[in-house]
């Protein structure tokens, strides 16, 4: 029961926190350091297998069709190009902290991608000059929702069930039963952290 929980009853440490793959971060500063090559950047991401297969699926995507299927890192970065590869890295880094057989987390997760996608699309049409800013906020706006999630799956989860059969939006719910606790204030806490 979360009702009596306040925000700084939940110690955040750092091995409850979702990992960024090493590789995919070691990727994205590659990309906004102007001192790096192409080279670097397609040699870094080929130690990675599930992030060079995650490229080479975007590139290979129908968005991107071509008459000849790439094979290569390296045709796969050219063909992506720099800001594409960003937001493939940040997709299939993030991808890794929602646990796969489950229905919930893969919901979230799609809900996360779909906002990233919308903040980003927002973020052109408002002329703001961010859209990767944005992109990467809309994936992370609802991480508190992850910890709690697979902190207390059980507990969580019969909310947001609770939630659906009752009608009620899940924000307004969990501020019923977590009063002080919900996911946007351990959300913020996290991205402090």
Not at 37 to 58: C, F, K, M, W, Y
Not at 128 to 143: K, N, R, V
Not at 188 to 193: G, P, Q, S, T
């Amino acid at each position: 029961d979360f009702s009596s929980i306040k925000p700084s009853d939940i110690a955040i440490k750092d091995d409850d926190l979702p990992v960024f793959p090493a590789v995919a971060a070691k990727a994205m500063a590659l990309i906004d350091d102007p001192s790096s090559s192409a080279h670097d950047l397609e040699n870094l991401i080929g130690q990675d297998p599930a992030l060079a297969a995650s490229v080479l699926r975007v590139a290979n995507s129908a968005f991107y069709a071509s008459s000849t299927p790439i094979a290569d890192i390296q045709l796969a970065v050219t063909r992506l190009g720099l800001t594409e590869l960003k937001r493939t890295i940040v997709i299939g880094a993030v991808a890794r902290v929602f646990p796969r057989n489950d229905i919930l987390a893969r919901s979230l997760w799609t809900h996360c991608l779909a906002t990233a996608f919308m903040s980003q699309w927002l973020s052109k049409q408002l002329k703001i000059d961010a859209p990767g800013e944005c992109f990467m906020g809309g994936m992370l706006h609802d991480i508190g929702k992850l910890l709690l999630y697979t902190g207390h799956p059980s507990i969580y989860g019969d909310m947001v069930n609770d939630a659906l059969r009752q009608g009620i939006p899940f924000y307004v719910y969990e501020r019923q039963c977590i009063r002080r606790c919900t996911h946007d204030s351990i959300g913020a806490r996290i991205i402090r952290k």
